[in-house]
């Protein structure tokens, strides 16, 4: 009777997602304990975990005993209250990393700015699905440029950035991305300007080591970007730099901001300066 009584309760929280197939309720469940934790608290019982997962006191009990085991919490005596253990640390490596890399990202993207052209800015994106959107920018206070904000997304396969991305990609994942943007959209002229958006991005990553975009993702915005693929982790950036078209001509992008670009992404990638 206590096991049914138990799996009533279970069946009622929000964390149960029984309609998905894909769903795996016990991880959810344990992550909501590790949600549970609040600022400056250190130690919490087993019956305020159970309160704020909206979980059954067995269930939590279960589930602290796992991931007391696997390392994530830690079980204090005499109490027997849990705090956070070590391997929290190791889940939130590859955020803290990418943290670490926005910051050093902030200082090489005023670098690729600075000038007497206060209309430039600059920007450090990571793909999100068939957009890329923006980690971290530098633009002057006074720059008429609206596009480069954080939080921005743009597309993947017409923007400088975005083809900046792809380059950092193997072929097959080029191909497989192109193929997906390729069947979301009915119009047969839409997609041949996403294959002419990849055919451009690998002419000019050839020919430069970086991508373009004059007026092909918007008309009045230029842009040049370069991959980053920071040596300490999989993950996959790109920089790029640019701004309205009139105030940012594709001659002065090429001549006088992409090689500050190509340095700035060597940095950000940990590559010494004749690695290529």
């Not at 016990?26 to 250190?42: D, I, K, Q, T, W």
């Not at 993702?217 to 790109?238: D, T």
Request: glycine fraction near 10%; proline fraction near 5%; aromatic fraction near 8%.
């Amino acid at each position: 009777m206590q096991q049914d009584a138990e799996q009533t309760a279970e069946g009622d929280s929000p964390l149960d997602e029984g309609s998905d197939p894909k769903f795996v309720t016990a991880l959810a469940r344990g992550l909501s304990l590790l949600r549970a934790f609040r600022p400056n608290e250190v130690h919490l019982s087993n019956n305020t975990l159970a309160q704020r997962a909206g979980l059954p006191k067995a269930t939590v009990t279960r589930l602290t005993y796992t991931l007391c085991k696997l390392g994530y919490l830690v079980q204090s005596e005499p109490s027997g209250e849990y705090r956070l253990g070590p391997g929290v640390l190791t889940l939130g490596y590859g955020v803290l990393s990418g943290m670490e890399l926005k910051e050093r990202a902030a200082l090489e993207l005023a670098e690729v700015c600075k000038g007497e052209n206060v209309n430039v800015a600059a920007a450090l994106g990571e793909r999100y699905g068939q957009s890329v959107v923006y980690l971290a920018t530098h633009r002057f206070p006074n720059s008429v440029s609206m596009v480069f904000h954080l939080g921005a997304q743009v597309p993947l396969f017409h923007s400088s950035i975005g083809r900046a991305i792809l380059m950092g990609l193997p072929e097959d994942e080029q191909l497989s991305l192109l193929d997906e943007a390729q069947r979301a959209t009915d119009s047969a002229e839409d997609r041949a300007r996403l294959a002419q958006g990849l055919s451009r991005a690998r002419e000019d990553f050839a020919r430069w080591g970086f991508c373009t975009s004059f007026g092909e993702w918007r008309k009045e915005i230029n842009g040049v970007a370069a991959p980053v693929q920071p040596m300490q982790g999989r993950s996959l950036y790109a920089i790029n730099v640019g701004g309205f078209g009139f105030l940012n001509p594709p001659e002065d992008l090429l001549s006088h901001y992409a090689p500050r670009l190509l340095r700035a992404a060597r940095a950000l990638s940990l590559r010494p300066e004749a690695d290529e």
